[in-house]
RNA sequence: GGCCCUAUCGUCUAACGGCUAGGACGGAAGCUUUUCAAGCUUCAAACCAGGGUUCGAUUCCCUGUAGGGUCACCA
């Protein structure tokens, strides 16, 4: 059977980078009806941190990457003890007495014999690799009996788990010949060995906090749909072969393939991440996008819940991201003036090419009085108020009828069209605000 | 610097010796009911360089160049 992991250590935030080797490790479990399991790499005590290891997990729940078998190798210490014994008495290992070059060093630290010899594996993504370790030296594999090193704990829970395929970044690739050492040491299979392309940032070097790398869950918070997030990163690096880009947790476990895996860095694009969460909001139905937006609205929200039913549709029509729900219905945004009174001055009410202002105030004169005839019920869609209008707009110029009347729905440069504005305004309130438009010129 | 990995439009990628090098994001233009957004259409945009191998190379090999990774008592 098929069993891969995933191996964070906890002593930091997690980026995409982080987690798109994870989803591969757990889709190609998955999809070969294999274990992913998930090991915290906690031997630095100093440096790992209890909320970092909570962020990896609400991660991984968020995302959907199921695994089994949690654990932490800071309640495994016996277990390298014993190994570290084992290869101490064989002498593969030894006490080795040092001098104290950085604080924290040891005294006395156990160190890997290193035969020196050319160690060469076959990665399932890059071909067969090879190193000679004899640079390596005998490296250090433990600070203390109770203390393995990061090289040692990995070979023996790889092994001690039934690991049979490691998946993890590229930058482990050097450390690939030290790991194989100690397995032959140890007289453990060698696992199959898959180093991923690097996630880059966009000046093309490793993705790290440093170069802006965000959290995973800093991108659920921007109002990502999950579904979007581990869809663009399974396309990083990876592709099933045809042009379909928009691909579910099940279709990407039925399609996945290390075959398909590219060999170089991938930059992560916010711009395409964007495009592809947009892609799964059009998916979504009206009720289904509007529960999840109203998580983006504060609380306190002045906005009357029937207007907001009717913004929903147009929403949901111009976010890319749930996060923009909150820009476009802040005060300053886009649709803050549905539920704010516009003010404006009546200059904008004129559109480019009338010359005076006593156009709009006629335009606006008939508009109001065509929409005090009409029924509440009349409201109910865009679609009706236009019918309404759209005659008369025809007649007098399309430009000269609807700016005046858009600017005085909205007070602003940029908006939706005014029918639905009306739709989301409602009679009263519509006719209300052209009435005071028409009134200032 | 040593060792290792990599190299197709700005970005993500397709091509598994043989077509005008295809698609997507982004960009530009146009259309669509005034603005914006969305949508639709069109356009611009790439085989790192030089040697081989071959009837024929983006594709295979070598060298160079460039970029990246790694050289811890971190993982």
Known sequence: MIVTR????????????NYRTALFAYLFAVKNGGKFLLRIEDTDKARSKKEFED?????????????????????????YTSYIKKLIDADKAYISKEEIKNEGDRAEVIRFRNPGKKVSFNDVIRGKVEFDTTELGDFVIARSMEEPVFHLAVVVDDFEMGVTHVLRGEDHISNTPRHILIQEALGFPVPSYAHLPLLLSTDRSKLSKRKGALPITAYRDQGFLKE?????????????????????????????????????GAVFSEEKIKWVNKQYINKMSDADFKAYAMKFIPENSPIPAAKLERIIPVLKDRIHTFGEVTELLSPTGELGSLWTSPSFEKEKLLWKQDSDLSVPKSHLAHIASVLEGLSEETFASPETVKQTLW??????????????????????????????????LGKEETISRIKRAHDIL
């Open 228 to 264: 979007a997030i581990v869809n663009y990163m399974a396309l990083l690096g990876w592709n099933p072969g045809t042009t379909q880009e928009i691909l579910s947790m099940d279709e990407l476990v039925k399609l996945f393939d290390l075959e398909q895996i590219q060999k170089s």
């Open 55 to 79: 962020n990896i997990l609400e991660s991984l729940a968020w995302l959907g990457l199921g695994y089994e078998g949690l654990c932490r190798q800071s309640e495994r210490t016996a277990i």
């Open 391 to 424: 005659g008369y707009a025809e007649e007098k110029g399309r430009g000269s009828v609807l700016w005046p009347m858009r600017f005085s729905l909205s007070g602003k440069e940029k908006s939706p069209d005014p029918f639905t504005l009306a739709h989301i």
């Open 6 to 17: 995933f191996a964070p250590s906890p002593t930091g935030l997690l980026h995409a980078g």
